[in-house]
């Protein structure tokens, strides 16, 4: 009889915040019947996720996020038909986050944005988040190419 060897989690295991960055690509061409106001334009989508990895070091978090990214990818039907697909396209960043449990409030991921001291607020926030200014725009990408977001009652 085998005995069973359960790997042991050392004390020295730390959690990282691994930042990764997905690609959205559609193709085929929609049902033409299902195009609606909300069908968008063709501009390509990005996705920065951020994952939390337990590891050893920074380069085994590196390995680890690397892998669990690609496990992610997702490929589906929008709602147009269209086949979507969310591929892997980089590590970004991976973070030591220090901490020995994660709870509530626990920061995740953080980056600093140093701009010349006459630029306003206002335009930070459009530059690093345009998401935030272009909510009509986004919202179409979203639909397209979010696989749960048929909310349509003619739907099949």
């Keep these: 009889?085998?005995?069973?060897?359960r790997k042991k989690i050392s004390r020295d295991w730390r959690w990282y915040g691994v930042k990764v960055l997905y690609e959205c690509i559609i193709s085929g061409e929609p049902k033409p019947e299902t195009i609606d106001e909300n069908f968008p334009s063709d501009d390509k989508m990005f996705e920065e996720s951020i994952l939390l990895i337990k590891a050893h070091s920074i380069e085994m978090a590196n390995i680890l996020g690397e892998q669990e990214a690609k496990k992610q990818q997702d490929?589906?039907?929008?709602?147009?038909?269209?086949?979507?697909?969310?591929?892997?396209?980089?590590?970004?960043?991976?973070?030591?986050?220090?901490?020995?449990?994660?709870?509530?409030g626990t920061e995740v991921y953080a980056r600093f944005l140093?701009?010349?001291?006459?630029?306003?607020?206002?335009?930070?926030?459009s530059h690093y988040y345009p998401e935030t200014v272009v909510e009509e725009l986004i919202d179409k990408n979203f639909t397209q190419r979010n696989k749960d977001c048929d909310t349509r009652t003619d739907a099949t």
């Excluded at 490929?75 to 449990?101: A, M, Q, R, T």
């Excluded at 140093?114 to 926030?125: A, K, L, M, N, S």
């Design 1 to 5: 009889m085998k005995k069973r060897v």
């Design 114 to 125: 140093i701009v010349p001291p006459d630029i306003p607020t206002e335009e930070v926030i």
């Design 75 to 104: 490929d589906y039907l929008n709602p147009y038909g269209e086949k979507v697909e969310w591929k892997f396209v980089e590590l970004i960043h991976c973070v030591d986050l220090s901490v020995k449990k994660i709870q509530i």
